[in-house]
């Protein structure tokens, strides 16, 4: 986990060696670990049971190989087979955001999403926002601003703000308010959650 | 968890048309809605064919006419940020940016925005309601403060899509794909009344699917707007909302297309006000009057009167919004 941790996020899918595969495929994921070279869903075979399929998932630039069930999130097999605990199940419904990934850059709920329909998507967890081993500038901004109470919404928040200052820059507090409309706070946080994008969307290069 | 489901994902319209004939089969653009229904068991198939293969039906393009041509799969994100269709088609883009929060615009589909299920609760619920082969509404006599103040018969819905009542002010049209080939239907007679069927909210049929939403070519002197009201400043479905859509001539009205949300079981043409805003200049009066009209005819339930003058004072303040300068 530390190891995974200490990768930078470059986004940079390519040239994942044998080492860095079974070193994640190590991450609690033994069990669903397919190592043979079955099909992907989208090459070839199409049709699936509801038994076992395998799909190999792009998580912060490391590529998984996996079996998983059709019914299963996204959400549920970050958390429970790549040990990814970041995004955390609240609602479940697509209603609180704490779920909150980028799927190709932008801000999802993974609650919402098959497992499968993330099949040739690049996904970003809060894990993979760290700087090796230090906070990611908009984790430091939440930290500085101290945009949290419980943090059960935090991670979502983050990768919200992250996936709004890759669209916009340099947000408005207006654009900030709607861009973070999709992410609930049980603690009320919000006005510090706003100066942490503001201060976020000044710190990052 | 979801029950146990089959999953494919078609790369052709082919092959989806004709994975969705077979019985017990749902289609999946972008789930936002769909999964919700699985996991609330409001739909039980046993296998789900996603239509996220089918690369030609995503993006935006302008069609020979001048129109515009939206793939079913384009997400509301897409709809809400694309320059042309805030330039000409304002209602549309601004019905796909109030629709839902940033991460579901994001995800969810222009064609699943329109064939998504209904909100009501009691649907939701663990109710056997008539829309779910039962006997009565129980919004009827129960809780419905969220329900329809028009076209309440048999069942007290309101169709929750914002984009919807935008496109049938817009006049869209919708391209309908079965194994047989497609079809291409004004939006507005998309919609299932549910006096005519209370257990459909849409005339697709096992195996058809939505395919593209046709916009017709922008007149000069057209304006158009989508403006809803909920219960809190974030994501919420409207408590009442409404699509405008007119033609000037000069400083007078030449049609006007007025579609209420959030008020019935499908997007609601306020045909009355239609007719009462032709050939007229939107003076204060004018749009007083125009207003007043809009909810003469609704009939609202014990707890959801307020909807009445809500949407007065929405049409109102959008047709006041509206008025050339
Ligand atoms: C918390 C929350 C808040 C929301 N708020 C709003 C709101 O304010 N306004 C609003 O309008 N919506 C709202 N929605 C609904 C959401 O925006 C829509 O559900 C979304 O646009 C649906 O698109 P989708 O692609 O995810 O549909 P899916 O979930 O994939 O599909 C929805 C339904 O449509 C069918 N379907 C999908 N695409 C097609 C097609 N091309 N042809 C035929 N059938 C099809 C599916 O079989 C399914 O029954 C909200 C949803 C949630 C969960
Ligand atoms: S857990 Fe996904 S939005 Fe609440
Ligand atoms: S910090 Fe507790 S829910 Fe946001």
Redesign the interface.
């Known amino acids: 986990m530390e190891e995974r941790r200490a990768e930078p996020h470059d986004g940079n899918t390519d040239g994942v060696s044998r080492r860095d595969f079974l070193r994640t495929i190590g991450v609690g994921t033994l069990e669903a670990a397919v190592l043979s070279a079955a099909p992907l869903p989208s090459e070839g075979a199409p049709a699936h049971t509801g038994d076992l399929v395998p799909l190999v998932l792009t998580v912060n630039g490391r590529r998984n190989a996996l079996e998983v069930e059709p019914r299963w999130t996204l959400l549920y097999v970050l958390r429970e087979k790549l040990g990814l605990t970041g995004a955390k199940p609240g609602c479940e419904r697509g209603e609180c955001g704490a779920c909150t990934v980028l799927i190709d850059g932008k801000p999802r709920y993974s609650c919402l999403t098959l497992a499968l329909e993330a099949d040739g998507h690049e996904i970003t967890t809060v894990e993979g926002l760290m700087q090796g081993e230090k906070l990611g500038q908009v984790q430091e901004a939440f930290v500085q601003e101290d945009a949290f109470q419980c943090g059960f919404c935090t991670p979502g928040q983050v990768i919200s703000a992250e996936g709004l200052l890759r669209k916009t820059p340099h947000p408005g507090v207006a654009e900030i308010r709607h861009g973070m409309s999709g992410n609930l706070c049980r603690c009320g946080a919000y006005d510090h959650i706003v100066k942490a994008v503001q201060h976020a969307s000044e710190i990052r290069k | 968890?979801?029950?146990?489901?089959?999953?494919?994902?078609?790369?052709s319209l082919k092959?989806a048309v004709k994975e969705l004939s077979a019985p017990g089969t749902i289609a999946?653009a972008g789930?936002?809605d769909l999964?919700?229904c699985?996991?609330d068991g409001i739909v039980t198939p046993e296998k789900?064919i996603?239509l996220?293969?089918l690369s030609d039906l995503k993006g935006i393009a302008r069609t020979g006419d001048g129109g515009l041509r939206i793939g079913a799969l384009t997400t509301l994100?897409e709809v809400a940020d694309d320059h042309v269709i805030n330039e000409q088609f304002t209602a549309l883009a601004e019905a796909a940016a109030s629709a839902?929060?940033?991460?579901?615009r994001?995800?969810g589909t222009l064609g699943g925005n329109l064939c998504q299920r209904p909100r009501c609760w009691y649907f939701r619920g663990e109710f056997h309601c008539r829309r779910k082969g039962g006997e009565i509404c129980f919004a009827m006599n129960g809780r419905n403060e969220f329900h329809c103040i028009f076209g309440g018969q048999n069942c007290f819905i309101v169709h929750p899509s914002d984009s919807a009542p935008a496109l049938v002010a817009l006049e869209a049209r919708v391209r309908i794909a079965n194994s047989r080939g497609t079809r291409t239907i004004p939006l507005d007679s998309f919609f299932v009344d549910p006096a005519k069927d209370v257990t459909r909210e849409n005339i697709l049929r096992p195996g058809e699917i939505i395919t593209e939403i046709l916009l017709p070519a922008p007149v000069t002197q057209m304006r158009s707007s989508y403006r809803k009201a909920r219960a809190r400043?974030?994501?919420d479905f409207a408590l009442s909302g409404v699509a405008i859509g007119l033609r000037f001539n000069g400083k007078r009205v030449d049609q006007a297309r007025i579609v209420l949300s959030g008020v019935a079981p499908i997007p609601w043409r306020a045909v009355e006000t239609e007719q009462a805003l032709a050939g007229k200049i939107l003076d204060g009066e004018t749009v007083a009057r125009a207003a007043e009209s809009a909810v003469r005819s609704a009939e609202p339930l014990s707890d959801n009167a307020y909807k009445i003058h809500l949407t007065q004072g929405i049409v109102h303040e959008s047709l006041m919004a509206l008025r050339p300068e």
């Open positions: 968890m979801i029950p146990k489901i089959a999953y494919a994902r078609p790369h092959e999946h789930g936002t999964l919700g699985l996991r789900v996603s996220s293969g994100a839902a929060s940033p991460q579901l994001n995800q400043g974030a994501w």
